[in-house]
């Protein structure tokens, strides 16, 4: 099977065809020589990462002198090698820098080739590729034999450092639209904080102050929703708990029993509360009895919808929240929380604010789902 988009030489002609082949043929599956618990430290020289630290920040070391050892006489990637996890959320990459670190032997692997393909190329194809028959029921598990029987096509050299340019380029704008995300997501936390910890006030449209703010429990401007029913639009706790960037509703025809919720409320999952799964309805529904519904009663919606989805709120919850792996919040507790409420109008000036912030932030992911679709789709293209 051919891929759909190709690349030309320099003088136009066509390059040749790929080949198929497995990428047993072109190299071998290579790891770090094993490290002891007891050769590790908390604090130390050279950062060593196992499985669970893989891509982000390490919580073990060890000594110079042991690396050095260890780099000199074993195997050890090259600079621009990428690594893979193979235990957990198996292929996760990491291209290799030059940095002096140190990894896990088994879980963390990289694939040693002969030269006739391209670490930048093998990049872009781990991001496409379905390895097959992954062992394991809940910790999955992927083997050297897998990786080895794992087939694709080889274009030459040329096309693949075309390929990758082209896709490394793509990558750069997703990470720059990234980071422009979660600055924006910075920046209005910064400015929540500021406005609710009153550093910054408003003014009334005639330039006068706001009273101030009344000392109030959750439970005496919102009630929680109890009410169960029939809803056409069903929020159920899966779509709840996915990164999918709101909240996926069912088929509106297909009505479904629950808690119901109306338009105005704001409905967060009370499983795992920390991951702020939180959503204000447009419309009236049902929901799983997994999610919780807040109606506002002597409360702006929106700025109901903010407290909500605030960090004091989330760390107030999980002082309560019952159970270790899923942890659920505590009703009672929840209604409890105390709180320092502004007037009406100084409510909606600072929902305003922040819902101006939340359209800017609603963009900039639009953005980033573009981007993000243009590489799944060139992807598919390349990688048949």
């Not at 990428?23 to 071998?28: E, N």
């Not at 080739?113 to 910790?139: N, R």
């Not at 105005?264 to 795992?272: A, C, E, K």
Request: glycine letters at 8%.
């Amino acid at each position: 099977m051919k891929p759909m988009l190709r690349f030309k030489a320099e003088d136009g002609s066509d390059f040749p065809d790929w080949e198929k082949m497995t990428l047993g043929d072109v190299g071998s599956v290579t790891m770090c020589k094993r490290v002891f618990k007891e050769q590790t430290s908390s604090a130390g020289d050279v950062p060593f990462f196992k499985i669970g630290t893989f891509g982000s920040e390490p919580d073990a070391y060890i000594s110079r002198e042991l690396f050095e050892a260890l780099k000199k006489n074993n195997p050890y990637p090259k600079n621009g090698t990428v690594l893979l996890s193979a235990s957990g959320t198996v292929g996760r990459q990491v291209v290799y820098q030059g940095e002096d670190a140190y990894y896990q032997d088994s879980n963390i692997v990289w694939l040693e080739h002969d030269g006739s393909v391209t670490d930048s190329f093998l990049e872009q194809f781990y991001s496409a590729v379905h390895w097959q028959g992954l062992e394991g029921s809940t910790i999955k598990r992927l083997y050297n034999k897998t990786i080895l029987s794992t087939t694709f096509y080889r274009p030459s050299l040329p096309e693949q450092r075309k390929i990758a340019d082209l896709l490394s380029t793509v990558d750069r704008v997703i990470a720059e639209q990234q980071s422009e995300v979660a600055a924006w997501e910075q920046r209005k936390k910064g400015i929540m904080h500021k406005l609710f910890s009153q550093e910054v006030r408003f003014k009334a449209d005639d330039g006068s102050d706001f009273p101030d703010w009344e000392k109030k429990k959750l439970g005496e401007i919102c009630e929680y929703g109890r009410q169960r029913g029939i809803g056409a639009h069903y929020v159920g706790i899966e779509n709840m708990l996915k990164d999918f960037g709101g909240i996926v509703i069912n088929d509106p025809e297909a009505e479904a029993s629950g808690s119901l919720y109306f338009e105005g409320d704001t409905l967060m999952s009370n499983i795992r509360p920390y991951l702020k799964k939180v959503w204000k309805a447009d419309c009236n529904g049902a929901c799983s009895t997994d999610v919780l519904v807040f109606h506002p009663t002597n409360v702006e919606s929106d700025y109901l919808h903010c407290v909500i989805a605030s960090d004091s709120f989330v760390t107030y919850v999980m002082r309560a929240a019952k159970g270790s792996k899923m942890p659920r919040g505590d009703k009672t507790h929840i209604m409890q929380m105390p709180l320092i409420l502004p007037s009406l109008p100084e409510q909606r000036k600072i929902a305003d604010c922040l819902s101006s912030i939340d359209d800017v932030i609603a963009k900039e992911k639009a953005e980033l789902t573009k981007w993000q679709e243009l590489k799944k789709g060139l992807l598919q293209q390349m990688f048949v």
